[in-house]
């Protein structure tokens, strides 16, 4: 069964979490941000420690670990009536984050469209991220050399994923406007979808 999904793709800081939170808040939208499922993670557990370590750098957890927690919080919320896939659009955040982790989940996700949020202005990203930093008590998000590089790996390795889904499916979102004006972006796309 592939489950019916949109994918929120943009550098850190651009607004991905900001606008799934409020579309998973909408009834048949079922947000997943594979950051903030990493972040809830006990540091003490396997998966949590390979996060600290990853994360704490500025680097993505590799791609095994992440597909496999992704799997399991699905899982998760389908058994306990959260997700249901038969109805809800699934809202991606931060997976597949690379071409191999598309690569992976090509028999499982049925992507109908992808929202990339752009942003003009790299030291507006830094600060927004630095303010999440300190708002959300984001420890990866608290160093700016690990700012810098998370924004430097995000242009390596999350961009072939655009490539590999195809440009029919990219709908730019202006992530410079306001957090309302970008949801309605979003809606007007995702209406058609």
């Not at 300190?134 to 655009?162: G, H, S």
Request: proline share 4%; aromatic share 8%.
């Amino acid at each position: 069964m592939k489950y019916r999904s949109i994918l929120l793709f943009g550098a850190p800081g651009a607004g991905k979490g900001t606008q799934g939170k409020i579309l998973g808040a909408i009834p048949h939208f079922f947000h997943c941000a594979c950051g903030d499922v990493f972040r809830n993670l006990r540091h003490d557990s396997p998966l949590g420690k390979i996060f600290i370590q990853y994360s704490s750098r500025g680097q993505l957890v590799p791609d095994e670990p992440t597909v496999e927690l992704w799997r399991d919080f699905i899982h998760h919320n389908t058994k306990i009536g959260r997700y249901k896939s038969e109805q809800d659009l699934l809202v991606l955040d931060g997976i597949p984050r690379n071409r191999a982790q598309a690569e992976i989940l090509r028999d499982t996700l049925d992507v109908a469209g992808i929202f990339y949020f752009k942003c003009a202005d790299e030291e507006k990203l830094v600060d927004r991220i630095q303010r999440r930093a300190l708002k959300e008590t984001r420890l990866d998000d608290a160093n700016l050399q690990v700012i810098r590089d998370r924004l430097t790996t995000y242009v390596q390795e999350t961009r072939p994923v655009l490539e590999f889904y195809g440009s029919q499916l990219v709908h730019e979102i202006n992530a410079d406007q306001t957090p309302a004006k970008v949801l309605a972006d979003i809606l007007h796309y995702a209406v058609k979808l």
